[in-house]
């Protein structure tokens, strides 16, 4: 692995079932966190975490869930999925949370929800 | 509220210069980035401004006027490469990234 890892790449679901999108950094970053990208919109922050144990709701929570168990994992997911959250979704990471600190991200999953 | 706006598209020619205007209004201050995104890919990390000036990097620069609330990103010898979305993202007193919606730039031969 070199840098974030996402999973799956793309997905079609159907409404009301439950996702989980995957997201792994091998940069043993303190911070990682979850975009969604739609289009004429900026990037906006879902759930970050600042270090492993902890995290922290970001700008779109609702409908979303993360964990951070470990440094290199932070998986989102979507616990009843509705057409709305039809989007791009991207992971971050950075060294850490503070001023200066670039992010790096992985390469998006492309996610439908008919 | 938080705002960030910049450009939606602009058109520039092979071997040109463009400027990329920013105009941010956010709560607090703790930096000021721009990422490149192509279609379809994730967006790279380009430069990163905390102090007033303009920071030079090869072909790209990045100004920033903290009183002004302003930014504008500099691409010079324009390349077909060049072609890409240009992102502008303000961390803000939490220390969380305000982004603007991008700029997408068209670069003709």
């Avoid at chain 1, 303190?30 to 975490?49: E, F, K, P, T, V």
């Avoid at chain 1, 290199?72 to 060294?95: H, K």
């Avoid at chain 2, 620069?61 to 979305?85: H, I, N, V």
Wanted: with cysteine; net charge neutral.
């Amino acid at each position: 692995i070199a840098g974030i890892t996402q999973a799956p790449t793309s997905q079609i679901l159907a409404a009301g079932r439950r996702m989980t999108l995957r997201c792994t950094q091998d940069m043993r970053h303190n911070a990682m966190y979850w975009y969604r990208q739609d289009l004429g919109l900026g990037l906006r922050l879902i759930h970050y975490s600042n270090t492993a144990g902890t995290t922290g709701k970001g700008e779109v929570p609702d409908g979303y869930s993360v964990s951070r168990a470990n440094t290199d994992d932070f998986p989102l997911t979507l616990a009843s999925a509705v057409p709305s959250q039809t989007s791009v979704y991207f992971c971050a990471s950075s060294g850490t949370s503070g001023s200066g600190n670039e992010q790096f991200f992985g390469p998006g999953t492309r996610l439908t929800v008919l | 509220g938080q705002n960030i706006d910049q450009p939606t598209e602009m058109t520039a020619t092979e071997g040109a210069i463009v400027q990329i205007n920013c105009t941010y209004q956010t709560s607090g201050f703790n930096g000021l980035f721009w990422y490149q995104q192509h279609a379809g890919e994730a967006p790279t990390f380009l430069s990163y401004n905390v102090l007033d000036g303009l920071e030079e990097k090869g072909r790209f620069s990045s100004f920033l006027s903290r009183s002004k609330g302003y930014s504008y990103l500099l691409l010079k010898e324009l390349q077909m490469k060049d072609s890409a979305s240009y992102l502008c993202a303000v961390m803000d007193s939490n220390y969380q990234l305000i982004w603007g919606a991008g700029t997408k730039l068209i670069i003709k031969p």
